[in-house]
Each structure stands twice: as structure tokens, then as C-alpha cells.
């Protein structure tokens, strides 16, 4: 059974700068594709990135050019670096991972292993 732990939420300014960490246990961390996925109350899951373990990596285009996904596979870690922050930018953000599906995939019923959450609040 995959575990997955986000932490690094926070309270930060529009403009400023947090990273979030998803720590990996129980699978195949090395060979799984894994995402990050935000949700803020009353609307869908909101696709935001995905690495595959490949390496390549995917955005939406909303974060595009601000956030920055990257993952070390020695530490079965993920990362979000999220720079440039806007108050719509504020939500619940989850760690996702699949092993059955190796492509990079936006949608959330690929996804298998979900992570508890983390909350971004970005002040204006």
C-alpha cells in the first residue's frame, strides 16, 4: 500500500514562494507517475502538474512558468516549487501517484495513491 505525506503549506504574500514536499512509502516510487492536483471548496480537483518516471514533466497551463515540479527518486520525494504566487492560487493541494499508468495524465481516476492534502493561503 503506497503512503503519501505532503507538508509546506502555508500562508505566503501574492508574489512570494513555497515549496511543497510529498515523501513516498510502501511502492514502486521509481517507477510511478505522480502529480499534484489542487481543490479549492465547491469545485472539481484541479490538475496542476505530473512527472513521469521518466523524468518529463507536464503543466497546466495556469501554472505554467511559475511552479516547478521535480522529484528525487532516492528519496522517494516529490516537489512543488511554487514561485510568483497569486490569491487564486489559494486551495488544498494533493499529492497523487499511479503505478498502472506510466504516461502523464491529468485526470484524477488514474491517479491511485492520494496524499492527505496541504493548504496554501496566498494574501493579496
Known amino acids: 500500500q503506497v503512503q503519501l505525506v505532503e507538508s509546506g503549506g502555508g500562508l505566503v504574500q501574492a508574489g512570494g514562494s513555497l515549496r511543497l514536499s510529498c515523501a513516498a512509502s510502501g511502492g514502486t516510487f521509481g517507477s510511478s507517475t505522480m502529480g499534484w492536483f489542487r481543490q479549492v471548496p465547491g469545485k472539481e480537483r484541479e490538475f496542476v502538474g505530473c512527472?513521469?518516471?521518466?523524468?518529463?514533466?507536464y503543466y497546466a497551463d495556469s501554472v505554467k512558468g511559475r511552479f516547478t515540479i521535480s522529484r528525487d527518486n532516492a528519496k522517494n520525494t516529490v516537489y512543488l516549487q511554487m514561485n510568483s504566487l497569486k490569491p487564486e492560487d489559494t486551495a488544498v493541494y494533493y499529492c497523487?501517484?499511479?503505478?498502472?499508468?506510466?504516461?502523464?495524465?491529468?485526470?484524477?481516476?488514474?491517479?491511485?495513491?492520494w496524499g492527505q492534502g496541504t493548504q496554501v493561503t496566498v494574501s493579496s
Open positions: 512527472t513521469r518516471n521518466s523524468g518529463a514533466i
Open positions: 497523487a501517484a499511479t503505478e498502472r499508468v506510466r504516461w502523464a495524465t491529468s485526470r484524477t481516476w488514474d491517479y491511485d495513491y
